[in-house]
């Protein structure tokens, strides 16, 4: 798994010269039993995660014909 610690429009800006659409963007939280074991951590985490994960799909995945992207697209 790869890591950076850049500005979130950064990362957008790269996936989108590579050719990628975010299909979507989760911010997963810690899970609760964690809350037990590290509670400063957990209450730190669950204010600002510390964790994004991106679904991306080529572009051409969800263009048009005419070159336009849609909105519904299939799952590869």
């Known amino acids: 798994m ?4 850049r500005p ?3 990362v957008c800006d790269e996936f989108q010269r590579a050719g990628f659409v975010i299909e979507r963007l989760v911010e997963p939280l810690p899970v609760e039993e964690m809350a037990q ?3 400063d ?3 730190q ?3 600002a995660p510390a964790f994004v994960t991106f ?3 080529p ?3 969800m263009m048009t014909a005419d070159g336009e992207i849609t909105a519904e697209h ?3």
Request: aromatic share 8%; hydrophobic share 45%; no cysteine.
């Open 37 to 39: 074991r590290f509670p």
């Open 59 to 61: 572009r051409h995945a």
């Open 41 to 43: 951590t957990h209450a």
């Open 45 to 47: 985490l669950m204010q």
């Open 74 to 76: 299939e799952r590869p």
């Open 8 to 10: 979130l429009t950064a």
């Open 2 to 5: 790869r890591a950076w610690r």
């Open 55 to 57: 679904r991306l799909l």
